[in-house]
T-cell receptor, first 115, second 113 residues
Framework: GNSVTQMEGPVTLSEEAFLTINCTYTATGYPSLFWYVQYPGEGLQLLLKATKADDKGSNKGFEATYRKETTSFHLEKGSVQVSDSAVYFCALSAISSGSARQLTFGSGTQLTVLP | SQTIHQWPATLVQPVGSPLSLECTVEGTSNPNLYWYRQAAGRGLQLLFYSVGIGQISSEVPQNLSASRPQDRQFILSSKKLLLSDSGFYLC????????????FGSGTRLTVV
């Protein structure tokens, strides 16, 4: 079956530090890959996505590249801000039974950025 | 534009009481609808999904049930809540084949006491 393995947290960084959150996946076929962000007390928001190998998703200074050879989709940001403090979820999307495209989520990584 | 509404935002219920959480979607037709649960300090668990009115697929056997009485309405229910039902419940929708992922509601925090 499909699965997503995500770097365990929590991760604590100082403002302007470089961020990497590792994500690897197992899937049949050619899934789409996503990063979602959950700010405290809120639902999930789509941060970025990539739908095929070598695609780079980017948004709000975050980037992730779909690497088929290493089955990875690591999230990076060159300079984090306090406002980036949130839980980050890696996810993949693949067709499952019932013709509903389902997302499989990683366990989430809590990021705290200190001023 | 498409929007998703989920209510209530927070709920405190005694053990053994019933539950009804509602989710509605606007601005789209025939969406796929999903209920997820996020237990404290843990990841997301898919509970139910629906591809159409009256069509419900359950991912995990449990104390909960789901119904889809209308195209854009998805309801999560329980006849008798357990302490272990506490968590953050998220509704989401997607359109098959668009590859844009899901759009999530703002969530309901349920505490069973």
């Amino acid at each position: 079956g499909n699965s997503v393995t995500q770097m365990e947290g929590p991760v604590t960084l100082s403002e302007e530090a470089f961020l990497t959150i590792n994500c690897t996946y197992t899937a049949t076929g050619y899934p789409s890959l996503f990063w979602y962000v959950q700010y405290p007390g809120e639902g999930l928001q789509l941060l970025l996505k990539a739908t095929k190998a070598d695609d780079k998703g980017s948004n709000k200074g975050f980037e992730a590249t779909y690497r088929k050879e290493t089955t990875s989709f690591h999230l990076e940001k060159g300079s984090v801000q306090v406002s980036d403090s949130a839980v980050y979820f890696c996810a993949l999307s693949a067709i499952s039974s019932g013709s509903a495209r389902q997302l499989t989520f990683g366990s989430g990584t809590q990021l705290t950025v200190l001023p | 534009s498409q929007t998703i509404h989920q209510w209530p935002a927070t709920l405190v219920q005694p053990v053994g009481s019933p539950l009804s959480l509602e989710c509605t979607v606007e601005g789209t037709s025939n969406p796929n609808l999903y209920w997820y649960r996020q237990a404290a300090g843990r990841g997301l668990q898919l509970l139910f999904y629906s591809v159409g009115i009256g069509q419900i697929s359950s991912e995990v056997p449990q104390n909960l049930s789901a119904s889809r009485p209308q195209d854009r309405q998805f309801i999560l229910s329980s006849k008798k809540l357990l302490l272990s039902d506490s968590g953050f419940y998220l509704c989401a929708w997607s359109v098959l084949g668009t590859g844009v992922g899901y759009t999530f509601g703002s969530g309901t925090r349920l505490t069973v006491v």
